[in-house]
């Protein structure tokens, strides 16, 4: 059977099980397997596919069928433009999420960051992103969850950046303790979806770790015990700065007036809603 041949067949699978961008994921799930991009395949249409790829495309179209995310098959998500091994062990990076990277980069341009904590680093996607694009940043990495950071740590060796972020199993800053300088940065996307929220987004995430994803309580749990903890840590003008969801602006924004934060900011994302909300200490 030829590419075109068994991308067709692909295509009408996702049809009649009504998945979105059927003739997107088919190619991709070719391409992931040849290891080449579209245009090879373009120019490939008439090959003979082998018996082996044969049989792990309707694998992959099998396992997509039941809802599994493509970059969890594929094992790869591209975000500020670099791209990050992903599987189950952690959240897939997002795109809003560049919003909080891309501000942080643009403060950097008028304020130094060289030293920073990320909370929760999950794939390792902010802390990586951080390092490619703001020179001589070093990053210590922190999260509860021990799979979550055999990811983290594989792409971390990808970019080879093991001098520069490193990595420490903690329930926030439990197991932290300040060495060296105070903190320029503390960043955070953490849990936020709220238990409340969760019933209806779990059908939507049901295959990302749950605990990536909610505090099991109001979603403001984060904010409050990283707010309050970043104090000790951070440096006198040092930034803190947190991905929200779209209608936390306010909540956050007052735990961050409470602890005594100043010059407060709310930014919106692409899609013109309220994503990152930053703070100096
Ligand atoms: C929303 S995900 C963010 C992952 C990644 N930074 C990103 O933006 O794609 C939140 C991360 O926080 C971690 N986490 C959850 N509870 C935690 C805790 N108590 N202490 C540290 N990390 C925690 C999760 O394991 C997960 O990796």
Not at 9 to 24: P, S
Not at 120 to 126: F, K
Request: aromatic share 10%.
């Amino acid at each position: 059977m030829s590419i075109r041949d068994l991308i067709k067949q692909g295509e009408q699978i996702f049809i009649d099980y009504q998945k979105q961008d059927a003739i997107i994921d088919a190619r991709l799930l070719m391409m992931h397997l040849f290891n080449e991009d579209y245009g090879w395949i373009l120019m490939n249409q008439n090959k003979t596919v082998p018996e082996h790829i044969k049989q792990s495309y309707i694998y992959l179209v099998a396992k997509r069928t039941q809802g599994i995310p493509l970059q969890y098959i594929t094992n790869s998500q591209e975000f500020m433009g670099l791209d990050f091994y992903v599987d189950e062990r952690v959240l897939i990076p997002r795109q809003d999420t560049e919003t909080l990277v891309e501000q942080i980069i643009k403060i950097s341009k008028t304020k130094p960051i060289t030293n920073a904590v990320e909370i929760g680093i999950g794939s390792g996607c902010i802390s990586i992103a951080l390092a490619y694009y703001i020179n001589n940043l070093k990053i210590i990495g922190i999260d509860i969850c021990k799979k979550a950071l055999e990811v983290a740590n594989k792409n971390i060796k990808m970019y080879n950046y093991q001098d520069r972020i490193s990595i420490i199993n903690s329930d926030v800053f439990k197991e932290f303790s300040l060495d060296d300088e105070p903190l320029d940065l503390v960043v955070s996307n953490p849990p936020y979806i709220s238990k409340y929220e969760t019933p209806f987004l779990m059908k939507e995430l049901h295959c990302e770790p749950k605990i990536a994803l909610t505090d099991d309580n109001d979603g403001l749990t984060f904010y409050q015990i990283i707010s309050q903890d970043a104090l000790k840590y951070l440096r006198n003008g040092g930034i803190i700065a947190f991905e929200i969801a779209f209608n936390q602006a306010e909540n956050v924004s007052k735990l961050l007036y409470e602890n005594n934060y100043k010059d407060i900011q709310i930014i919106k994302d692409l899609a013109g809603k309220d994503r990152v909300v930053i703070a100096t200490k």
